[in-house]
């Protein structure tokens, strides 16, 4: 088992950055395929990046595909989400989340453990 806890949310306008924090204990991060995922409300959970295990293969939505990149720390045992030219849309909670499965990076159901949200506002 492993506890997940977020941290870095804000609020910025248009265009801006931020960089969320995604801190591991319990387990090393490095056993588990993590995770970004992000919520607003009236909508599903949507996937944002992913990084297996090895940390060689990521995955990332178009919709944040070359403004999001995540990375991973593991001597820290946290993985990073830097999202940059951020939009309003991209307004929302994000998750961090850990699955001991080998598949499914973008669904939300195949992951086992999940961090409590950090709050992501993007003004016009």
């Known amino acids: 088992q492993v506890q997940l806890v977020e941290s870095g949310g804000g609020s910025v306008q248009a265009g801006g950055s931020l960089r969320l924090s995604c801190t591991a204990s319990g387990r090393t991060v490095s056993a588990y395929v993590v995770g970004w995922f992000r919520q607003a409300p009236g909508k599903e959970r949507e996937f944002v990046a992913g990084i297996q295990r090895s940390g060689l293969i990521i995955r990332y939505p178009d919709s944040v595909k070359n403004r999001f990149t995540i990375s991973r720390e593991t001597a820290k045992n946290t993985v990073y989400l830097q999202m940059n030219s951020l939009r309003p849309e991209d307004t929302a909670v994000y998750y961090c989340?850990?699955?001991?499965?080998?598949?499914?990076?973008?669904?939300?159901?195949?992951?086992?453990?999940w961090g409590q949200g950090t709050q992501v506002t993007v003004s016009s």
């Open positions: 989340a850990a699955s001991s499965r080998g598949t499914g990076f973008d669904t939300p159901g195949r992951y086992d453990y």
